[in-house]
């Protein structure tokens, strides 16, 4: 798999989006995925607030979010179906002002994909929205998916067998994230200024349909629903 992440000039609140990335791709070859940090996609959504006090936040956090709970370093959120920090809003690079998520990954996702596969004469293009992430009891962020469009974001090994025979009843490789992780360590989280990147050679498989929903997990069928119970019991 190999990773070319393209440096670019500051992104502007209501950017055409578009427009931005052919200016910076030139050419995508066949059988490529194209990443995007949700970034700059919120900020071409204009899903941006200017940042008034700390009350305002946590207004907007609740208002974002499916769940949350305050906690001592963050609020802890659950929103489309994901465990993150204050709902995803982010202040970071942002010049006093307040980034929400964008309003459907997924959709948008689907969408550039459809555009950049007209203009480039491409069959098989991968578009991946990323956003970073803290594990639970593990220092520093990895990169996740928020949304993506042309490839399988799971790959599914139960009722096959591993390499002694063992029939696999639970194993499952969650690839969107796997690829979100290994592109947002190039990208870098600073002042890189790499929102976009091209992967080529990359062990997915292409599809024209997805289920936005294959790599959610109720939370009662969670490995962590201990950690998780406040959630089961409606606390808000």
Do not use: H
């Not at 992967?199 to 294959?214: G, H, L």
């Amino acid at each position: 798999m190999r990773i070319k992440v393209v440096k670019t000039k500051i992104f502007k609140e209501d950017e055409n989006l578009l427009k931005f990335i052919l200016k910076y791709i030139k050419r995508i070859p066949e059988n490529s995925v194209l990443v995007i940090t949700s970034k700059i996609v919120a900020l071409s959504e204009g899903r941006v607030v200017l940042y008034k006090n700390k009350a305002q936040k946590i207004k907007l956090i609740k208002e974002e979010s499916d769940f949350a709970i305050k906690t001592k370093l963050t609020w802890l959120t659950i929103k489309d179906g994901m465990v993150m920090s204050s709902a995803g809003i982010d202040e970071s690079n942002a010049k006093g002002k307040l980034i929400l998520l964008p309003k459907d990954s997924f959709q948008f996702a689907k969408k550039i994909r459809e555009d950049l596969k007209k203009i480039f004469k491409i069959k098989n293009l991968g578009i991946l929205i990323t956003d970073s992430r803290i594990f639970p009891l593990r220092a520093g962020i990895v990169g996740v998916s928020l949304g993506y469009a042309g490839f399988k974001g799971i790959r599914d090994y139960r009722g096959k067998k591993d390499i002694f025979g063992r029939v696999l009843k639970m194993s499952r490789t969650d690839v969107a994230d796997s690829l979100a992780t290994s592109v947002v360590l190039c990208m870098g989280e600073g002042k890189e200024q790499q929102p976009l990147a091209l992967m080529t050679d990359v062990p997915i498989e292409f599809a024209n349909k997805i289920n936005k929903k294959e790599l959610l997990i109720n939370p009662k069928d969670d490995l962590y629903l201990p950690l998780f119970g406040s959630i089961l019991k409606g606390r808000r």
